[in-house]
């Protein structure tokens, strides 16, 4: 079965923080995908990064980052310079030998001015 | 570009009604997906169809059903609609399952009153 954990529920920070927001996640494939959404107050989900298992290397785009770990089973999502605008809910996704995606439970940042 | 078009975006249904949901997918994406996000919840995997074939199933209660036309549309349909209908359903659509990501619908969000 796979699992995706976000053990924060809630983040508040002050603009121009950074924040790290955690993903654990668990499955027995190995091959697999992970995914991070963002959710904004309108509702969408909007696509952030797609990782698969055999790429470990770490990204960066602009004021966000990712880091993957294999050996710890995380995937871990970084705003550098928090902005008012980041304020949303992010979820953490695995897909694995399916094709449906599973959801952490999110975590909701907050960004105050 | 052209992205996932869902209709209606709202919608206001009483009890033990009936209720369509409609989702267009990108062009020349062959598989669609039905997603279902209770408030404060993450979005929950129903359905898949993959080249109008049904190709994973999720939580979706026997009260519902749903399909994918020629033109690669899909309809959900919810009969004897339940106070606990209330949510944002999501559409996804991908090309081959997946494998290169998943782009999201809007949304329509129901409320069963």
Known sequence: ??????????????????VT???VYETRDTTYYLFWYKQPPSGELVFLIRRNSFDE?????????????????????TITASQVVDSAVYFCALRTSGSRLTFGEGT?????P | AAGVIQSPRHLIKE?????TLKCYPIPRHDTVYWYQQGPGQDPQFLISFYEKMQSDKGSIPDRFSAQQFSDYHSELNMSSLELGDSALYFCASSFTLGYYGYTFGSGTRLTVV
């Open chain 1, 1 to 18: 079965a796979q699992k995706v954990t976000q053990a924060q529920t809630e983040i508040s920070v002050v603009e121009k923080e950074d």
């Open chain 1, 21 to 23: 927001l955690d993903c």
């Open chain 1, 57 to 77: 290397q770490n990204e960066i785009s602009g004021r966000y980052s990712w880091n993957f770990q294999k050996s710890t089973s995380s995937f871990n999502f």
């Open chain 1, 108 to 112: 909701q940042l907050t960004v105050n």
């Open chain 2, 15 to 19: 009890k033990r009604e009936t209720a």
